[in-house]
Nanobody, 122 residues
């Protein structure tokens, strides 16, 4: 079994910062790509930022220059540093990871965290 547990969400004023964390635990052999998605009320879930096992990153245009994704492979943890937050960043943020578990063939599956709420009042 594998779990992704997020933390760090909350309410912050416009212009403020938050740091989200997502720790993976369980029967993990290795972790490929990790990422952060968000879903605002009435909208589809969208990719915010992604990072490969080698540290290559990509960002949604709406967060470039404000958000930074990073990972600590020793801790199986991915982070999202969010600066200059705007009301339009309000959403539930989910982490996501492609994980090889122990077992025959070391199968690769995509796992999701439970989500953490980020609220930036207008």
């Amino acid at each position: 079994q594998v779990q992704l547990v997020e933390s760090g969400g909350g309410l912050v004023q416009a212009g403020g910062s938050l740091r989200l964390s997502c720790a993976a635990s369980g029967s993990i052999f290795s972790i490929n790509n990790m990422g952060w998605y968000r879903q605002a009320p009435g909208k589809q879930r969208e990719l915010v930022a992604g990072i490969t096992s080698g540290g290559v990153t990509n960002y949604a245009d709406s967060v470039k220059g404000r958000f930074t994704i990073s990972r600590d492979n020793a801790k199986n943890t991915v982070y999202l540093q969010m600066n200059s937050l705007k009301p339009e960043d309000t959403a539930v943020y989910f982490c996501n990871a492609g994980i090889h578990t122990y077992g025959p063939g070391r199968p690769l599956q995509v796992y999701w965290g439970q989500g953490t709420q980020v609220t930036v009042p207008s």
